[in-house]
């Protein structure tokens, strides 16, 4: 393995896909090494997938090297794409329309969901939308205004 290589496996925002060249299903591999292969898919990082898995950044290192040294997964990229953050004005809609649903406490209940989910409204990547909104969704105990809600959102996200 050349300098660049071990450099690229030191990346946590290199991403890999499954290799064409050789199956994991040759392979003895441990459970840890299969979570990940159920994991790369060309589009995730190895730090997104480290968390996903809830591991170390060291552990998925060393199982995403010997899986490279295996010939089972291939480097994508190693540059990590540029993400698109969500707009205050999104945040303002969220927030303006659950109130109309829970009250005051709005505020809060949006705060403690994005606390729960390790997010910071101004670095808020769009993909998480769908996520907020359905954890947000969960908390109106009333199946009508909750459908209504999570449709108002769904006209919001469209248009970020």
């Known amino acids: 393995m050349d300098e ?3 450099k690229t496996l030191l990346n946590l ?3 890999f896909k499954l290799s064409s060249a050789k199956s994991p299903s040759d392979a003895t591999l441990r459970s840890a090494e299969w979570a990940i292969i159920t994991q ?3 589009q995730k990082s190895i730090d997104e997938i480290a968390k996903t898995l809830a591991l170390s950044a060291d552990e998925a290192i060393n199982l995403f090297n010997g ?3 295996k010939g089972l997964i291939e480097l994508v990229s190693v540059t990590k ?3 698109k953050l969500v ?3 999104f945040f303002k809609v969220l927030n303006d329309e659950l109130i109309k649903i829970v009250g005051p406490v709005a505020p809060y209940l949006i705060e403690d969901t994005l606390w729960e989910m390790e997010i910071k409204i101004e670095n808020c990547d769009v993909k998480k939308i769908p996520e907020i909104i359905e954890a947000i969704s969960e908390e109106i105990q009333d199946e009508m205004k909750r459908v209504e809600f ?3 959102m769904l006209n919001e996200m469209k248009k970020v």
Do not use: C, M, R, T
Request: charge should be negative; glycine fraction near 4%.
């Open 87 to 89: 707009s205050q004005a």
């Open 13 to 15: 925002d290199a991403i």
């Open 150 to 152: 999570q449709k108002i």
């Open 40 to 42: 790369v898919d060309g």
């Open 81 to 83: 794409a540029e993400k």
């Open 4 to 6: 660049i290589q071990v």
């Open 67 to 69: 899986l490279f040294e």
